[in-house]
């Protein structure tokens, strides 16, 4: 079983997460030889509780196949630079309830590893896509719109991920979020943390450069507990 690595700025120590097999990439060939003597992995449990990241969640031919439905939609937006909140800059988005008989088995995928049996869950589906000069500012999702868990797939580019902790933002944690990975954030992660995509100049991980392109993040969620009755 090979690991994924969150880095916790604060600390010296790395914590390892257990991810899906396959083949070993360029990147994480990148990120290993990076690591010291000083840096070992920590086995004893991830650094911040209900964040987790699966490798190679999805196959080439998975992200084309999304990649063929979804880019005929997303071309006909603009990329915005004005979020209602000021969380997103460069993006376009949009919610999708139907889609083709592959995607749908992979979204079912998604669903059946990130959220419960029986959980009650958003139809929509949200797809965001981040523009390669784009970022994401920290924030923490409105409880009006999701639940506790978020589960989202990365389309097109690796990126890093940035967790703060509101009660202590010396408190940093970055995930590391490979192109085809599923990431999940959950409970404590989904609210106690702030989370952002860094943007490309500081996209690093590990002294590790990490290149920002684009990146389509396609996101499943469930309902809060306002709106699953």
Known sequence: ??????????????????????????????????????????????????????????????????????????????????????????????????WNEKNSRVLQRVRDVAFPLGAKQLHLVHVLDLHRKGYIKAHVDSVKFCGSTIAGICLLSSSVMRLISEKNPTDVVDLLLPRRCLYILRDEARYNYTHEILKDEESYFNDVKINRDRRISVICRNLSEDHAE
């Open 1 to 98: 079983m090979r690991f994924w690595f969150l880095r916790c700025l604060n600390t010296p120590c790395f914590t390892a997460l257990p991810c899906m097999l396959g083949e070993a990439t360029a990147l994480a060939a990148r990120v290993a030889r990076s690591f010291t003597s000083t840096q070992t992995a920590n086995r004893r449990g991830i650094a911040v509780g209900g964040a987790e990241v699966q490798e190679d969640f999805i196959s080439e031919e998975e992200e084309r196949t999304l990649l063929e439905e979804l880019e005929p939609v997303l071309k006909r937006k603009h990329y915005e630079y004005d979020h209602w909140d000021d969380a997103i800059h460069g993006y376009r988005e949009t919610e999708r309830s139907q």
